[in-house]
């Protein structure tokens, strides 16, 4: 059964990089039938694509973000990673790894952009 | 841009009622809509793909219908734990999601 979980730092300040890492089990990576994504939920509101990666390298963001994001597969270590630069508080939300259309979620984990 | 619209923002409705939810696509998905569920603190649960099939373990009172640019989302008789905030998400072009509906207890 593929299951996520999301690791990374809670709070992270403003023009700083949130980086994040999503480490899957049940399967491996080694395969392009799966496209490794991030989605993320401000507090309070609704959820939003950030991009996907597929094992091959290529990369599909979400064009609101895409200046800022660059996401990677490291399939040795069963992990997908997120970098967003230059943040700002418009960034505190929940960020889930998440292959939404097939259920996939992980639990989410909750990033803060404070100073 | 795919832009995915929910009516209402916010159904009312009484345990044993029925419930509509709608979503609108800006252009054709064909079928390729999803609902979830999301309660408080959860991550979201998938409830419906391919706009009509009940993923693993939903109950029967779930059903999705539409095609193209329109699609509901039915539920036959709702329960204590249907209230919830649900949300369709189109994957025809990539991902993007309804702004949800919040289901409430009347």
């Known amino acids: 059964q593929l299951q996520f979980q999301e690791s990374g730092p809670g709070l992270v300040k403003p023009s700083e990089t949130l980086s994040l890492i999503c480490t899957v089990s049940?399967?491996?990576?080694?395969?392009?039938?799966?496209?490794w994504g991030w989605v993320r939920q401000p507090p309070g509101k609704g959820l939003e694509w950030i991009g996907s990666v597929y094992y091959s390298g290529h990369t599909y963001y979400n064009p609101s973000l895409k200046s800022r994001v660059t996401m990677s597969v490291d399939a040795p270590k069963s992990q997908f990673s997120l970098n967003l630069k230059s943040v700002t508080a418009a960034d505190t939300a929940v960020y889930y790894c998440?292959?939404?259309?097939?259920?996939?979620w992980g639990q989410g984990t909750l990033v803060t952009v404070s100073s | 841009e795919i832009v995915m619209t929910q009516s209402p923002v916010t159904l009312s409705a009484s345990p044993g009622e029925r419930a509509t939810l709608s979503c609108r696509a800006s252009q054709n998905v064909n079928n390729n809509l999803a609902w979830h569920q999301q309660k408080p603190g959860q991550a979201p649960r998938l409830l419906i793909y391919?706009?009509?099939t009940r993923a693993t373990g939903i109950p029967a009172r779930f059903s999705g219908s539409g095609s193209g640019t329109d699609f509901t989302l039915n539920i036959s008789s709702l329960q204590s734990e249907d209230f919830a905030v649900y949300y369709c998400q189109q994957y025809n072009n990539w991902y993007t999601f309804g702004q949800g509906t919040k289901l409430e207890i009347k």
């Open positions: 049940g399967v491996s990576m080694n395969t392009d039938i799966y496209a």
């Open positions: 998440a292959i939404p259309e097939r259920g996939i």
């Open positions: 391919g706009a009509s």
